[in-house]
Every structure is written in structure tokens, then in C-alpha cells.
T-cell receptor, first 115, second 113 residues
Framework: GAVVSQHPSWVICKSGTSVKIECRSLDFQATTMFWYRQFPKQSLMLMATSNEGSKATYEQGVEKDKFLINHASLTLSTLTVTSAHPEDSSFYIC???????????FGPGTRLTVT | KQEVTQIPAALSVPEGENLVLNCSFTDSAIYNLQWFRQDPGKGLTSLLLIQSSQREQTSGRLNASLDKSSGRSTLYIAASQPGDSATYLCAVELQGGSEKLVFGKGTKLTVNP
């Protein structure tokens, strides 16, 4: 089946530093990748939609200069949280949409803690 | 703006019981509806996807129904097992090819042995 990986699975960083999270589709090519954020006991909230070779589309209220997204290939998208602050601590999940089946497959998530 | 609501927020049942989880959405113009399972601290596993033209989908002990006109979906779990304990999320994909999913907050299910 289609597998999406995320790296790292968890990260702790100091306030003011930047953190990069990778999302890879391991056995399929993705037309589109999505980045979500999930706070405790809350729903997943879409942050941005990323298409290979073009700029990401951000949802209302998401700062594009703070959450940098690079979709370098059909199997890799990265999310960089710049100048992280404690309020950025959250669970970040990516999904990838298959070029063949059009289904979205989710990664295992990355737990970010900013101290 | 599409909003997805799931009731109840939490449910605890004894093993073997049949149960129903509910999902409602405010805008019936959806492309499809999907049920996911999320284990603590983990990503999402897709359980069932119902296209807007379909009424239900079944997979093993799971059955999901969709009533688009009334904005409702149910997930029926038969003969529940402790391994079914997880949070179940409902999500709708907006019509128009946006590919965006709008999620509910989920129902946390605990099946007691």
C-alpha cells in the first residue's frame, strides 16, 4: 500500500530556532501534498497545500513567512518552522495525494515542542 | 464555511457491543466523505471513503453511511474489540476539486475488555 513517511517523528527545539520537517511518499508519486497542524484534543487544521514545482497555497491565518514549504519533487515536501516559539508546539501531519488513485495518504506525524 | 461536527466526543463501551459514531457537516456540496482512525500520537489511517454519489461503504466490521442532503454520516462498528480503541475522525472533501479536507474533532472510543 501507499506509504508516507515523516522525519523527524519528534523534535524539541529552543525558542527562536528553525526546524525542518520532511514528508516523503515512499512508493508513489504525489501530485499534491498537504500540511496539517493538530493541537491537543483538536481537529486537524489544514495549513497549506503544496504542489510540486510551484508555490504553496496557504490557508487564511497561516503565516507563509513563518511556515516555509518547499515541494522539491513528486515525492518530497518540506515544512520549515522559522523562529519557532512555544505556541508553535503542535503535532504536524502531512498527506500526499497519489497521481494514480487520487487518494490522500497520511504520514505518521511529527511532534514539535518548542521550549 | 464548511464545519464538521462529531458526536459524541468520547464513548466507552464493553467489548462485543455494536456502536455508532455520528458525523454532521454544514454544507452538502461535498466531493466525498472519509472516516479515519488515529491512535494516540500517531498519524491517520483511512478506514472508509464514500463518494458523494454513494450511500454507504463497508469494510469488515465497519459500515459507513452517507446522507448528503441532510449532511450526516454514521460509522457503524460491529462486535467491538479492545483493539478498536482509538480516535475516529470524519472528514469531508470540498466540492470543486480543491482536494481540501475539513476534519471534525473526532470521537475517542474506548472498548473495555
Amino acid at each position: 500500500g501507499a506509504v508516507v513517511s515523516q522525519h523527524p517523528s519528534w523534535v524539541i527545539c529552543k525558542s527562536g530556532t528553525s526546524v525542518k520537517i520532511e514528508c516523503r511518499s515512499l512508493d508513489f508519486q504525489a501530485t499534491t501534498m498537504f500540511w496539517y497542524r493538530q493541537f491537543p484534543k483538536q481537529s486537524l487544521m489544514l495549513m497549506a497545500t503544496s504542489n510540486e514545482g510551484s508555490k504553496a497555497t496557504y490557508e487564511q491565518g497561516v503565516e507563509k513567512d513563518k511556515f516555509l514549504i518547499n515541494h522539491a519533487s513528486l515525492t518530497l515536501s518540506t515544512l520549515t518552522v522559522t523562529s519557532a516559539h512555544p505556541e508553535d508546539s503542535s503535532f504536524y501531519i502531512c498527506s500526499a495525494r497519489s497521481r494514480v488513485t487520487y487518494e490522500q495518504y497520511f504520514g505518521p506525524g511529527t511532534r514539535l515542542t518548542v521550549t | 464555511k464548511q464545519e464538521v461536527t462529531q458526536i459524541p466526543a468520547a464513548l466507552s463501551v464493553p467489548e462485543g457491543e455494536n456502536l455508532v459514531l455520528n458525523c454532521s457537516f454544514t454544507d452538502s456540496a461535498i466531493y466525498n466523505l472519509q472516516w479515519f482512525r488515529q491512535d494516540p500520537g500517531k498519524g491517520l489511517t483511512s478506514l472508509l471513503l464514500i463518494q458523494s454519489s454513494q450511500r454507504e461503504q463497508t469494510s469488515g466490521r465497519l459500515n459507513a453511511s452517507l446522507d448528503k442532503s441532510s449532511g450526516r454520516s454514521t460509522l457503524y462498528i460491529a462486535a467491538s474489540q479492545p483493539g478498536d480503541s482509538a480516535t475516529y475522525l470524519c472528514a469531508v472533501e470540498l466540492q470543486g476539486g480543491s482536494e481540501k479536507l475539513v476534519f471534525g474533532k473526532g470521537t475517542k472510543l474506548t472498548v473495555n475488555p
